[in-house]
């Protein structure tokens, strides 16, 4: 092996490192701007505070991103695919039923939310207030999560059997309901138990399933549902 042939082995190597090296810092400024977003919300926040959490330099910040609102949208994008994540490994080992498979999914949404405090300020409450971009990331979000659950519904219900229903339409509206009792909860300091705000919610869901196949009405949950641990 030539001494140049080395020297590009080198600096190869010392490339994917770098990447590497990199690659962590900016995963620990997610981290730590999830954390800080969430305590002091967006607008309180600073690069200063973040950097000093990660335990890094503010030269590592714009190594990586370009300002607070760029390490926002990076916090959201992590934290709704992670929700995503979670959810769609609730719904793998439930019963192939619309209650269950509601119940499943809606426990790990709401347990989560309640559990991890810094999801409902970055979720819900800043991500309306950065920018237009930051808005249109959340709608773009919030369609990707009605995507799932039409593609859900479609794999119930055949379109010869859902009565002209728009299962697109039907998808956004569930979502919206689920968004909107989200807040209601946590506005009000989650009083309401978990068992009995998923319950509700899945009635929307099996209520569909008795209007496309005559399903029975759906009974009250039997005991205590599925907890999510998150960090308080």
């Not at 994008?77 to 192939?96: C, G, I, K, S, W």
């Not at 909860?185 to 998923?198: D, M, N, Q, R, T």
Request: net charge positive; proline share 3%; hydrophobic share 45%.
């Amino acid at each position: 092996m030539t001494e140049r042939t080395t020297r590009r082995k080198t600096s190869r190597f010392r490339g994917v490192a770098a990447e590497e090296r990199q690659a962590q810092r900016r995963a620990m400024l997610i981290e730590a701007g999830a954390d800080v977003f969430g305590e002091h919300g967006f607008h309180a926040a600073t690069v200063r505070e973040i950097c000093k959490r990660a335990k890094l330099t503010e030269r590592y910040f714009y190594e990586s991103f370009a300002n607070r609102e760029a390490l926002f949208a990076a916090v959201y994008e992590q934290l709704t695919q992670n929700l995503r994540d979670e959810m769609v490994a609730a719904l793998l080992p439930a019963p192939r039923d619309v209650g269950a498979m509601a119940r499943a999914g809606l426990t790990t949404l709401f347990a989560s939310m309640r559990d991890d405090p810094r999801l409902m300020r970055i979720l819900f409450v800043d991500v309306f207030t950065v920018s237009d971009e930051v808005d249109r990331l959340s709608r773009r979000t919030t369609g990707a999560f009605a995507q799932l659950l039409q593609t859900l519904v479609d794999s119930f219900y055949p379109a010869d059997r859902r009565g002209g229903l728009d299962t697109n339409l039907i998808a956004h509206g569930l979502v919206g309901a689920c968004m909107n009792l989200v807040m209601y909860w946590a506005y009000g300091g989650y009083k309401e138990p978990l068992e009995s705000v998923v319950h509700n919610v899945a009635v929307l869901f099996e209520a569909l399933g008795a209007y496309v196949g005559g399903a029975e009405a759906p009974a009250a949950p039997a005991g205590p549902g599925r907890r999510v641990t998150r960090r308080r």
